[in-house]
């Protein structure tokens, strides 16, 4: 059989195999950011599994210089590092294809095929011959095969050798063995191989105007910029990195460089119930307030996000959402939660609902969120999924704005409150339905109780019907004027068509290709 040879100068995907917990992270991690400061336009896919260590794991790179990002579902070219998944990994490979493999040990004769290429590297062997310590040499073996594909793909070695100084600043030992790990992979390849590949990499100009961020490191600083203080929240995959990013962020940015104190407070709370719990009360005494948390949390949260709705308190929602129903699958991605956002909590309850679709727009959507749950005085939800939030994207520059100021809607002040003869809470509605509030000790004059039992516009307990319908009413309506100030959808006309396609989040990239493809094809 005459075997073909896939070609391709910055249009291919390349699938990474391998063991969770090993440390395949960095030498993925690695190869990613090479391609975005080589100017070519990539996306990363990380399928993990709901384990720590031992289970498959698989790193996805496509490149393509056409800008199409979503994930690719055949493959030109495999690392296949994982014995376990042998046999599926290899048959995902396109015809004419490449297979990179650890020839450590030999590959059984059933696992080959006629229509792919392998390459054959024994990275176990170099690394134990290299490397004295066992937990080292199966570190480095990732390093290794990252060091092969840079001489078959042909990616730009000065730019590896950068990012690695970056990673490994201050820690030249960390530094020198990672680099001789590369060169090893690197100098076996080259020698071995017709090096590059008719598969391979150039340089190209399309990220000058760009960076390589997650969505919800993104979200974070979002919630930093649109000047958040308060953020409670419990653990749960895929937000929890949301915290994580916050946190440091806070501590850059919200520490007194002369005191060393925090202008801030970040709680892990014991429970997702308690978390919300904390957000509304913050946001009730004033503050800028947060959570971050995925579909299970957003079920237990239910009852107090009624509690915010109907006594209209702000608060924000980040919901990093992953496969359900219960606990699904944590590690996946899925946009399942729409209903239950739009109706959480019981009874006549609608929340405003943002949807970016990549981590530019969770930056951007994020400080929207606290400005419209200010001036809405309601809890706003941003739903956010794991694979924006946890993969790298190639998206455009955040735009910062020193001018910015925070929307805090209709808020008394003392002089406001001072002059007023007496203050019911929810009277006076302005055009979009939104009566002004107060906040806890700006003046006796602004006290009222905040309940979630039926009340009146006064703010007075009732079962009355009419003044119960009289409130939940004019949330209704307050909910609908709320269209009027979220982001505006992206609308895409073509002159021809016959269907239309609705889409949300981050299938924005797959439902655009799949249109440019049926265009094509007429």
């Known amino acids: 059989m ?18 969770n917990g090993t440390g395949s992270a960095s030498a993925n991690g690695l190869l990613m950011q090479a391609n975005f400061r080589m100017g070519i336009p990539v996306s990363g896919k990380n399928l993990f599994p709901s384990n720590i260590q031992g289970l498959p794991t698989w790193y996805e790179i496509r490149v393509n210089k056409d800008g199409y990002t979503a994930r690719a579902l055949n493959y030109d070219l495999m690392v296949a590092m994982n014995a376990q998944t042998y046999q599926r990994d290899i048959q995902e490979v396109r015809a004419g294809g490449y297979v990179l493999y650890d020839s450590s040990w030999p590959l059984e004769r059933s696992l080959y095929r006629e229509d792919v290429h392998f390459l054959p590297v024994p990275l176990a062997q170099m690394c134990n011959e290299h490397f004295p310590d066992p937990r080292q040499r199966i570190l480095m073996k990732n390093i290794a095969y990252a060091g092969s594909l840079v001489a078959v793909l042909d990616i730009d070695m000065p730019i590896i050798e950068e990012l690695l100084t970056e990673t490994f600043a201050g820690k030249a030992a960390l530094k020198e063995s990672n680099r001789q790990a590369l060169h090893i992979g690197y100098d076996y390849a080259k020698a071995h191989f017709d090096c ?212 805090r809607g209709r808020v008394l002040s003392e002089e406001d409150l001072r002059d007023l003869p ?61 269209a009027n100030f979220v982001p505006l959808p992206h609308i895409h006309n073509r002159a021809d068509a016959r269907f239309g396609v609705i889409t949300i989040g981050g299938c924005d990239p797959a439902v655009q290709e799949a249109l440019d493809l049926l265009a094509k094809e007429g």
């Open 422 to 482: 007496k203050f019911y809470r929810y009277t006076g509605e302005d055009e979009n339905h939104v009566p002004p509030r107060t906040v806890p000790g700006v003046h006796p004059n602004g006290a009222y109780v905040t309940r979630g039992s039926g009340h009146n516009k006064f703010g007075g307990y009732t079962e009355v019907p009419n003044e119960y319908q009289e409130v939940v009413d004019r949330l209704a309506r307050k909910h609908k004027s709320a």
């Open 2 to 19: 005459q075997q073909q040879f896939r070609t391709g100068i910055n249009d291919f995907a390349l699938k990474l195999a391998n063991v």
């Open 196 to 407: 590059p590949l008719p598969l391979h990499l150039e340089k190209m100009e399309a990220n000058a105007d760009k960076i390589l961020i997650d969505g919800n490191t993104a979200t974070a600083l979002g919630c930093l910029y649109a000047g958040a203080t308060v953020a409670a929240w419990y653990p749960i995959t895929p937000a929890t990195s949301v915290m994580d990013a916050f946190r440091q962020f806070c501590e850059k940015f919200r520490r007194d460089p002369e005191t060393g104190r925090n202008n801030f407070c970040i709680l892990q709370a014991e429970d997702e119930l308690a978390a919300i719990g904390m957000v509304i009360g913050a946001c009730w005494n004033g503050a800028r307030a947060f959570t971050s948390t995925a579909g299970p949390g957003i079920s237990l949260m239910n009852e107090l996000l009624g509690l915010a709705y109907y006594s209209e308190i702000p608060a924000v929602v980040i919901d990093v959402q992953r496969v359900g129903p219960s606990t699904g699958m944590p590690t996946r991605t899925q946009q399942g939660d729409l209903i239950e956002c739009a109706y959480a909590s019981h009874g006549d309850t609608k929340h405003i609902l943002l949807f970016p679709a990549n981590p530019a727009e969770c930056f951007e959507f994020a400080v929207q969120c606290f400005d419209l749950a200010e001036r809405f005085q309601t809890p706003v939800i941003m739903l956010s999924d794991l694979d924006i939030g946890m993969n790298d994207w190639v998206v455009r520059r955040l735009t910062w704005d020193d001018s910015y100021r925070p929307d």
